[in-house]
């Protein structure tokens, strides 16, 4: 990014609302950011050290993914101890300590809670298979249909591909009941039915927020409550849970949980916060999350699946804000997180014209070759884009270095659980989930210490000398730079109270203002040009003064 002659104004961002309601909260996923121990796969004491570097960004908040004691059937969302630490991780002191180091550079901490199911491993999960009086009432059990019960129970499908019911052995070595996962067989759903999950549950929210952390992400936050009687889903979509009624999907029920997960959060000083992850139909249904009297954010997906398109973009980010509006909440624009595409890639590809489908764990952009340039030209334009929206954001680590999906990562290492589940048809997720490069020319790219003992989990491609941390530093025109100013900007020119006014601007783009900053986006196959103004801030490397070329944003102010 160029600047242009920038004055800040300090002291202007967020002093009217709480800092849940205008934060940019940055997604550690652990295994794959900073490797302290040479095992090749990241680890708390290696975030412990990247603090500063997150500081030097400009970030508000982070959101680690799970990090306890977990088999990793899928990446840590099967959770063994909830209490815990993943030893792969580090340890609970490491833990406080990271805390302790996080709050004194002035950031929050929201960690991330799997509900909806355990794991396998966990305690609860072998009691139930040993058949221990109640075991079975804390997860989802039932005999099967047809003949010998050898037919699941409904015909639910897994997220991941397959059915979502798998059938045990009992204790007798007969063929015994079936029980639910939603997600992977080392995944079994919980009953929120029980009110002895729920017990667990505000008491593991307890034992986090006792040693200071700030919230949580929800996992699947629309899933804990199922239908009564579990009927057959009509039609059988596999992983349709955002598009269509599905009774395993977004019951009414789930709400009431929440309202006591909101006591328990009030109940500290300052409150704690959630933020779901929850794929529903539509903006209603998602708005009822967030209620007042039940969570504080929930992610706005629809941003994510939309193509760059201008006209798609507006009428999500309109949706969006109206709908979180009417029940006074925040709305939470992201654009990547470790189940998708990263959008450097999505941006890629001949845009659809509609909001991508969900299928499975994944939403599908397409085949063709992917034009790297092209997307990161887009993805360069976004982040102005996200950045200049009212209200919270969300990054992924690595999106501020610009990297791709990573599609190439051979077979017999893909890792997630929908390449195999899928019968080898899906990828997965692995390909937004390789390891950070930091520095250096060939991997590991300073992701793990010199003297590593074991290459990073998932292989990096060779061609990454270019996209590290350190490549980039001091460079003014990466894309990390882009991220540091356009942050920086935001502190400065953005208040709580902007609301966004839509400017009339030519089709394909957009263009609005928060105050006296102005956004213009170009989606368009044209340049277009600007106002008078100062230029800010623009996402092309090679800028021209007043003039939009396609596929490049630009903050401005009137003068
Ligand atoms: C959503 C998480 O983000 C994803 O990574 C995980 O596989 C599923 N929930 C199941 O926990």
């Not at 356009?486 to 009339?504: C, M, N, V, Y």
Request: net charge negative; charged share 25%; proline share 9%.
């Amino acid at each position: 990014m160029t600047t242009h002659d920038i004055s800040d104004r300090p002291g202007m961002s967020g002093e009217a609302a709480p800092w849940w309601k205008t934060s940019v909260v940055y997604q550690v996923y652990i295994r794959s950011f900073a490797d302290s121990d040479g095992d090749g796969v990241g680890d708390i004491n290696g975030l412990r050290a990247k603090l500063p570097y997150l500081a030097s960004l400009g970030v508000d908040a982070l959101w680690v993914n799970p990090w306890y004691p977990s088999p990793m059937e899928d990446g840590g969302y099967d959770v063994a101890d909830y209490r815990g630490i993943e030893p792969a991780f580090g340890t609970l002191a490491d833990a406080e300590e990271l805390l302790r180091e996080a709050h004194g550079l002035g950031f929050k901490v929201l960690l991330d809670i799997v509900p909806n199911h355990t794991s396998a491993a966990h305690p609860w999960f072998q009691a139930a298979l040993r058949n221990e009086p109640g075991a079975r009432e804390r997860y989802v059990f039932r005999p099967g249909r047809g003949e010998n019960a050898a037919e699941p129970p409904n015909n639910w499908q897994s997220n991941f591909g397959g059915p979502a019911w798998t059938r045990i052995t009992e204790p007798d070595g007969t063929p015994g009941e079936w029980y639910l996962h939603l997600f992977a067989p080392g995944q079994p759903d919980l009953e929120w039915g029980n009110p002895e999950v729920r017990a667990e549950f505000e008491d593991i929210l307890r034992f986090w927020f006792d040693r200071g952390v700030d919230g949580f992400r929800i996992d699947v936050a629309h899933g804990l409550s199922k239908a009564a009687g579990l009927p057959d889903a009509s039609p059988p979509v596999p992983g349709a849970h955002h598009t269509t009624a599905h009774p395993a999907w977004d019951q009414d029920e789930v709400h009431e949980i929440y309202r006591g997960w909101r006591k328990v959060a009030d109940s500290y000083d300052p409150p704690r916060i959630f933020v779901a992850e929850a794929w529903v139909a539509n903006n209603e249904r998602l708005s009822q999350y967030v209620r007042s009297d039940e969570l504080h954010t929930a992610f706005q997906f629809d941003f994510l699946r939309a193509p760059w398109r201008a006209a798609v973009m507006h009428s999500v980010i309109d949706d969006a804000i109206s709908s979180a509006r009417q029940v006074n909440a925040p709305s939470t624009w992201v654009l990547s997180n470790h189940d998708v595409v990263r959008h450097v890639t999505r941006y890629a590809r001949t845009q659809p014209d509609h909001l991508v489908e969900s299928h499975g764990a994944r939403l599908r952009w397409g085949e063709e070759p992917a034009d790297l340039t092209l997307g990161l030209k887009r993805a360069r334009a976004a982040i102005l884009l996200t950045l200049a929206l009212p209200d919270v954001a969300y990054l992924y680590q690595g999106e501020e270095l610009g990297l791709p999906e990573v599609e190439d990562i051979p077979g017999h290492l893909r890792q997630d659980p929908t390449w195999r589940q899928s019968g080898y048809t899906d990828p997965g997720r692995d390909g937004c989930r390789v390891p950070l490069p930091w520095s250096g020319q060939a991997p590991p790219f300073g992701f793990s210490p010199d003297d590593a003992h074991a290459a990073p989990w998932l292989p990096q491609p060779t061609d990454w000398a270019s996209r590290t941390v350190e490549a980039q530093e001091d460079d003014p025109d990466s894309t990390l730079s882009l991220y540091r100013d356009a942050l920086r900007l935001r502190r400065a020119h953005l208040t709580s109270t902007d609301a966004l006014e839509w400017i009339d601007s030519a089709d394909g783009t957009l263009a609005f203002s928060r105050g006296d900053l102005e956004c213009w986006v170009n989606t368009s196959n044209g340049a277009i040009d600007l106002p008078e103004g100062k230029i800010l801030a623009m996402s092309t490397q090679s800028p021209t003064q007043q003039v939009l070329p396609p596929d490049t944003s630009a903050w401005l102010v009137r003068g």
